[in-house]
């Protein structure tokens, strides 16, 4: 069955730190892929999303994140961040017309 | 990309009576999809909302206990039914965004506590 693993369910960094968020999937085909971020008491947002071609996508908000095919990932990247980014993140594949999420990723950002 | 409004952003009900989520989408959409999002937990996928036919339910979620309507392309609602308070979560809805060239658009959310 398809799935997306978050393997880490808290990180925190310093802002201005680099971020990288993990996310790996297990699906049969070439995935279409997505992020996405909740901050407290919202609904989701779409940061980026995969579904061919090119394997680095720009995303709102300055993430990208990086589709490698040879370890069934898309890594969530932030060069600088910001103390606004503190939310969770969710990472998703699509499968049979559907959204499958991963288990979130909580960032919380310190000064 | 699509609008979605949610009503209510939030409630507090009684257990055993039942509560009706609205979605209100500002351009027609096919597919719309609830989700529910448990305290401290991911979103699972309760079911599509398909217009003119019987929502398609996922595992573990049965239509007597969350009935779905889709009268038109634009609005659905999910009812949650005979609430018990592990029905407290947030509840979502999603419509395939052909302004996100196909990302997902979700509405705020409904957080829903059961006491």
């Known amino acids: 069955a398809q799935s997306v693993t978050q393997p880490d369910i808290h990180i925190t960094v310093s802002e201005g730190a680099s971020l990288e968020l993990r996310c790996n999937y297990s699906?049969?085909?070439?995935?279409?892929l997505f992020w996405y971020v909740q901050s407290p008491g919202q609904g989701l947002q779409l940061l980026l999303k995969y579904f061919s071609g090119d394997t680095l996508v720009q995303g709102i908000k300055g993430f990208e994140a990086e589709f490698k095919r040879s370890q069934s990932s898309f890594n969530l990247r932030k060069p600088s961040v910001h103390w606004s980014d503190a939310a969770e993140y969710f990472c998703a594949v699509l499968s049979g017309g559907k959204l499958i999420f991963g288990q979130g990723t909580e960032l919380s950002v310190k000064p | 990309s699509a609008v979605i409004s949610q009503k209510p952003s939030r409630d507090i009900c009684q257990r055993g009576t039942s509560l009706t989520i609205q979605c209100q989408v500002d351009s027609q959409v096919t597919m719309m999809f609830w989700y529910r999002q448990q305290p401290g937990q991911s979103l699972t996928l309760i079911a599509t909302?398909?217009?003119?036919?019987?929502?398609?339910?996922e595992s573990g979620f049965v239509i007597d206990k969350f009935p779905i309507s889709r009268p038109n392309l634009t609005f659905s609602t999910l009812t949650v039914s005979n609430m018990s308070p592990e029905d407290s979560s947030i509840y979502l809805c999603s419509v395939r965004d052909r302004g996100l060239h196909y990302g997902y658009t979700f509405g705020s959310g409904t957080r829903l506590t059961v006491v």
């Open positions: 909302a398909n217009q003119g036919s019987e929502a398609t339910y």
């Open positions: 699906y049969g085909a070439t995935p279409y």
